[in-house]
């Protein structure tokens, strides 16, 4: 309770707003997650609703709210993290508390350490609600399949990941700019950037093969699907293009009728297995911890030597 007595007198309003987003949609998504499994618990009966049966269990009765509480946890893994950061340092240097705060305290690193550390620790709790909650959502909405990497990014462990490493650039970027306003504008490009690169690699944390089952439909929770070739009779593989032209020829020559199956280029899906979801998860957060390591470090070495005007 100590440390989040610290965090709320050195940022009261942050921190407010913060708690305030996180717990706030994390109840929006347990509520409509608890929802969702109240309709399955009449499976089984004679009033089994069609929710039992199918993957899209909640498309037309949750879609929508479900949709909206998940893109607002997607904006605020990275806006809450911004938020709290930049103005850990931007605060002192604007209002030029700097040059009577860092001498005073003897030691830069260990003044930053007591500005961030309480601002991380209770930032990372409600985002750790938020993130658990986005979780508890994303099973719910497909009751029947193994989610894997549906929502990726936005829930679970590595919601938690991405919004520590933009709560580390957050406070580099304060402590190079120096302002509220400029840091913030900033932030939200870096956001996007970071964002865009992180799923961006995904595919690459872990090598693609040929999918089966199930898991080749083209859409629905479960395996990340890469990309999509077409396997001829003779057992030739062709592009997903020249496949599609193929198919459209042949539908053409049989004047519009299901052409001889033998005939058919069959569909191949190329990606990554849901079972192998962990192993992407665990290299994936190993690369972010890294970088938000050699983001804070370099946090402290602009502190080091930054002049406090």
């Known amino acids: 309770m100590t440390w989040a007595r610290l965090a709320f007198k050195l940022q009261p309003s942050s921190i407010g707003f913060a708690a305030f987003v996180c717990l706030g949609l994390a109840a929006v998504a347990l509520w409509l997650a608890a929802d969702m499994r109240s309709v399955l618990e009449a499976c089984g009966t004679p009033d089994e609703p069609n929710a039992c049966q199918v993957m899209y269990a909640f498309q037309d009765t949750h879609m929508n709210a479900v949709f909206l509480t998940q893109t607002g946890i997607g904006l605020a893994m990275y806006g809450i993290p911004l938020v709290l950061g930049v103005p850990i340092l931007t605060r002192e240097i604007e209002h030029k508390t700097a040059m009577i ?4 305290a003897g030691s830069r690193l260990k003044w930053l350490a007591w500005r961030v550390l309480p601002v991380l620790v209770v930032g990372l709790a409600v985002i750790g609600v938020m993130a658990f909650a986005a979780d508890q959502l994303a099973q719910a909405y497909f009751p029947h399949n193994e989610i894997a990497f549906d929502r990726h990014g936005s829930r679970g462990i590595s919601l938690v990941t991405r919004s520590t490493l933009m709560l580390a650039a957050a406070v580099l970027l304060g402590a190079v700019i120096g302002k509220l306003l400029p840091g913030l504008l900033i932030g939200i490009a ?9 799923d961006a690699a995904l595919p690459h944390w872990a090598s ?5 089952g199930a898991e080749t439909e083209i859409y629905g929770p479960g395996p990340l699907r890469t990309g999509a070739q077409y396997r001829l009779a003779d057992g030739r593989l062709i ?11 042949l539908y053409e020559e049989n ?20 079972d192998r979801y962990g192993e992407v998860l665990i290299r994936e957060s190993a690369a972010i911890v890294a970088v938000t390591v050699l983001a804070s470090a370099l946090a402290v070495a602009v502190v080091q030597r930054r002049r406090p005007e």
């Open 208 to 212: 693609s093969t040929e999918l089966t």
């Open 190 to 198: 870096l956001a996007v950037g970071i964002s865009t690169a992180m």
């Open 255 to 274: 004047g519009g009728e299901e052409p001889d199956p033998a005939l058919m280029p069959q569909q191949v899906m190329y990606g990554i297995a849901a």
């Open 101 to 104: 705060a860092w001498p005073l």
């Open 239 to 249: 592009s997903a293009q020249e496949g599609e032209i193929l198919v459209q020829e």
